[in-house]
């Protein structure tokens, strides 16, 4: 008991003599967000301070690329910045609750209902407005895994407004396609070292509800590699910060009413680059042709070699297939 | 040295699940094995021995509990206290429980060690060959180590490392626990709900579960 005592005294001892640090500190474990560090690129959109860059010539063809989620971030995004070098205007930005975006709590997207889908559209608008410089330029959007989702979504809505429109892997388009891609491309095996990794880690750290920091910080976690969706291994600099409050609200919010992104696209005249990766377990051709089919014009493209995050971010495929597909398409229209 | 570690520890637990009634036909000491999900699937190992604290029957313990994975001894949780029967009345008996806890978890981004208590407290009927109970806890994650790797620092430089305090994550945890005793020899199962200490937000595996076999010599 005497020797217990000492071992314990001697623990808590080395713990007291080192700098208190506290999870939710900002910068401690993940990095600031722009309304933390002002060194940051900035736009004020929609009363929402979002994470922003944009590359090539302003008055250019803009091409909106549009980050997956909801929650990641357009950092692994960034390779296909060298669009610009063909003449676009590239903008990035991290949507709001997400990357190094704005923090908003929970509530402020689910007390929308289904508004929560509107606030995202028109948060896009936003950035479009912003980035404009004359009316008549040219819209392309790109969209990745759920970006692909909401750039459907918005041109649906938004039909004249969209130029061209490109969709790698969006998961689905209604609901109830979203819920099972979600629930496959996660069934991990209760056995294997994913789940466990994903699991055990929630007896270290349990963020309370809006507590940021180490929501992201624990959900950024899980973001490192799955072998069902063909990214098996881990890429350095892939992301710089999750949104776990944004994505819990917002499948809350989808749970909830079911909200249908393909909407309207019937209206939506000029053809759909529609990509898709070779290693997807899940995204098989198949699903690749019914997730399209909501398309009325729609090209189909399957960059083999790479995963789900792989169709844009890895630089090979991105420089072989994906660029000059996304090219010759643009150039199509 | 593990397998020394592993059988130590082996010794040291059971007692988590104990039939109070049939205490005194055991034997000093009870080791056991278990299969069971603990935010995670979890094996684990166990060593009890009985001792009287102010003329009241308790046990010390110890447990050593690893999740399965093709990354061994990467990720482990070990805990060592008492358990002390409180109420004794028939076959309705009160236990409290109170332990240490030690665990360590490791990813492609970081390594954590951390310090933390599981207090519990168990209720219910308590035959001779069987018995059947209710328990509610709280298992606290005090302190915590975080050391990342290259890839974290890749994705964030500045990350600090280190310890942070005060107290980084918990749960709570209730449900039941039933068992079956033959001789020496006794089989449990538990299982029950996870919740974590904002009584909101449920854990990735919102369930625990254990089955397990105890002997005692």
Redesign the interface.
């Known amino acids: 008991m005497k020797k217990?005592m000492i071992a314990?005294m001697a623990?808590w001892g080395m713990?007291s003599c080192?700098?208190?640090?506290?999870?939710n500190e900002p910068?401690?474990?993940?990095?600031r967000t722009v309304d933390q560090d002002p060194g940051l690129p900035s736009i004020f959109v929609n009363n929402a301070l979002l994470h922003a860059e944009a590359f090539g010539h302003p008055d250019s063809t803009l091409i909106v690329v549009i980050h997956g989620g909801p929650g990641s971030d357009y950092r692994d995004l960034l390779t296909s910045k060298s669009l610009a070098a063909h003449g676009y205007r590239v903008v990035f930005y991290d949507q709001r609750g997400s990357g190094l975006s704005q923090r908003f709590p929970h509530k402020y997207y689910t007390s929308l209902g289904r508004g929560a889908v509107d606030l995202m559209y028109d948060e896009l608008s936003g950035v479009i407005a912003h980035f404009r410089t004359e009316v008549n330029q040219k819209v392309y959007l790109v969209g990745h895994s759920w970006g692909g989702i909401l750039a459907a979504g918005y041109t649906g809505k938004n039909p004249d407004k969209v130029d061209g429109l490109v969709v790698a892997e969006p998961g689905g388009l209604k609901w109830e396609d979203i819920e099972t891609y979600v629930k496959e491309s996660r069934s991990f095996s209760?056995?294997?070292?994913l789940?466990?990794?994903?699991?055990?880690?929630?007896?270290?750290?349990?963020?309370?509800?809006d507590q940021h920091e180490i929501l992201d910080y624990r959900a950024?976690?899980l973001g490192?590699?799955n072998d069902i969706t063909g990214d098996d291994a881990?890429v350095?600099?892939?992301?710089?910060?999750a949104g776990a409050v944004i994505n819990a609200a917002m499948f809350e919010v989808g749970d909830k009413y079911h909200p249908d992104f393909s909407a309207g696209l019937e209206q939506f005249q000029p053809p759909v680059l529609f990509l898709y990766s070779g290693r997807n377990k899940v995204y098989t051709s198949a699903w690749a042709q019914h997730i399209a089919g909501a398309f009325k014009n729609v090209q189909l493209c399957k960059v083999q070699g790479v995963g789900h995050e792989g169709i844009i971010a890895n630089s090979g495929a991105w420089s072989t297939i994906t660029e000059p597909n996304i090219l010759k398409y643009f150039q199509s229209l | 040295m593990i397998s020394v570690t592993l059988m130590v520890s082996g010794y040291l637990s059971m007692a988590q699940t104990v039939n109070w009634r049939a205490m005194p036909d055991l034997k000093k000491n009870i080791i056991g094995i278990s299969l069971g999900l603990d935010h995670s699937v979890s094996y684990g190992l166990s060593y009890g021995r009985s001792v009287t604290v102010a003329k009241l029957p308790a046990f010390i313990t110890a447990e050593f509990l690893m999740p399965s994975g093709e990354e061994k001894l990467d990720d482990f949780k070990s805990k060592a206290g008492g358990q002390i029967r409180l109420i004794h009345y028939r076959g309705f008996q009160f236990s409290a429980r109170v332990q240490g806890v030690f665990r360590r978890y490791q990813n492609d981004f970081v390594r954590m060690l951390n310090f933390g208590s599981d207090f519990a407290g168990t209720a219910g009927l308590y035959q001779k060959k069987w018995f059947i109970a209710a328990e509610s806890g709280f298992d606290k994650a005090i302190v915590t180590h975080f050391k990342h790797s290259a890839l974290y620092r890749a994705k964030y430089g500045n990350v600090v490392d280190g310890w942070y305090e005060p107290s980084t994550g918990g749960n709570f945890y209730y449900g039941i626990q039933t068992g079956f005793n033959f001789k020496s020899h006794s089989v449990y199962l538990k299982a029950g709900s996870v919740r974590s200490q904002d009584f909101k937000t449920k854990p990735l595996l919102p369930y625990y579960g254990q089955v397990g076999y105890t002997i005692s010599f």
């Open positions: 217990m314990f623990v713990v080192t700098k208190e640090r506290v999870l910068g401690n474990l993940v990095p209760l056995w294997s070292e789940f466990n990794d994903a699991g055990f880690i929630e007896q270290f750290i349990s963020g309370k509800t950024g976690m490192s590699k881990p350095p600099g892939n992301a710089w910060r």
